[in-house]
């Protein structure tokens, strides 16, 4: 399943989703692979992939353009 928020906003894989969700909360690659049973390098891979979707370069790039995107409350 994917998730959107309003308009054209990216689709985001249910794992995606949970990670910027995570992050958004203030959550650690470690605590959140710890969540998903998968490596921190996975995660790493996953926020990755979450940046280029958002087209952002950091974490609180793309965390402030899921609220304004309606991706995250």
Known sequence: ???AG???S???SEHEFDCLRRISCGNTFSE???VHS???HTIRHIVDN???KLGVKTQAHAVGK???LGLIE
């Open 1 to 3: 399943m994917a998730y």
């Open 6 to 8: 309003k308009g054209d």
């Open 10 to 12: 990216p689709q985001l």
């Open 32 to 34: 959140i692979a710890r």
């Open 38 to 40: 998968l490596s921190e």
């Open 50 to 52: 979450i940046l280029h």
């Open 66 to 68: 899921a609220f304004r």
